[in-house]
């Protein structure tokens, strides 16, 4: 949080003196629009990043693999919000751009096949989704390699899928993989690990094991309590799935008090 007055005194002074079309300055207004979405201001995210790619249609083209950036930033904004449908589109139209003009195996294509999937999944076209995430982990394993956040992001939304195609147990193995290469390259501590505890959390629900279930989600909302605050909405959602889950298991006083806090 602190970064935020940085980055809007920085984008003050682009706008004044370079123009509020510059690449600099759109770079500016994209990145202050991701580190609020980050903070959980959903909706300003959504603004900055919607008029980042605006300029960037106009001034580089529709074609452009900046202009699939501010697509797939979008799409990032609107599944924070909610919004799969719109999720949906500005994915589609990432992976579009950057399947024709960076290539069907790069990096950056991949992540839009994930972010597609993820929309497509929340949509309930589930055979599409596992199609993509399938080709998508088989790039980046090969790509970036088998220990690369990348490569956990992608078997983590597999595993996700794999839930409600209901293959509780292979969701389980891809997202245990997924959290030990998270907790590897990016650290214990990380928002990451403990939005990939909370997904596990849930797989593990699926198949009985309550106990291991709330041991991950009292990991994940320590994680998130201390590194993105009590009043994240990421915090709030691990305080609602711990209170779902004692209730599930009949200690419904410490369910009311997490639920009330969510």
């Not at 959980?40 to 950036?69: N, Q």
């Not at 599409?128 to 970036?144: D, F, G, T, W």
Request: hydrophobic share 40%.
């Amino acid at each position: 949080r602190e970064a935020v007055p940085y980055y809007e005194r920085a984008l003050a002074i682009n706008e004044k003196a370079l123009g509020t079309e510059h690449p600099d300055t759109v770079s500016l207004m994209s990145h202050l629009g991701t580190l609020r979405l980050d903070l959980g201001e959903f909706e300003e995210g959504r603004r900055l990043l919607a008029g980042a790619l605006s300029i960037r249609e106009r001034v580089l083209g529709p074609e452009h693999p900046d202009t699939a950036r501010g697509h797939n930033n979008l799409c990032t904004a609107l599944a924070d919000l909610g919004d799969p449908s719109g999720q949906k589109e500005h994915a589609e139209k990432a992976w579009r751009i950057w399947t024709k003009t960076l290539g069907p195996d790069h990096p950056e294509t991949t992540t839009a096949m994930v972010n597609l999937a993820d929309a497509l999944r929340k949509l309930g076209d589930l055979n599409r989704a596992r199609s993509l995430l399938q080709c998508a982990v088989e790039i980046n394993e090969r790509k970036l390699g088998e220990e690369h956040p990348s490569t956990a992001g992608s078997m983590q939304n597999l595993g996700l899928l794999l839930v409600k195609l209901g293959d509780s147990q292979a969701a389980r193995e891809l997202i245990e993989r997924a959290l030990k290469i998270f907790e590897k390259t990016l650290g214990a501590d990380h928002p990451r690990v403990a939005r990939c505890q909370l997904n596990l959390s849930l797989t593990l629900q699926n198949v009985g094991d309550f106990e291991s279930a709330r041991a991950l989600l009292q990991s994940a909302l320590a994680i998130l309590e201390r590194r993105l605050g009590p009043n994240h909405p990421s915090t709030a959602l691990a305080m609602d799935n711990l209170g779902a889950l004692l209730f599930r298991m009949g200690d419904f006083e410490a369910s009311r008090l997490q639920l009330e806090r969510a």
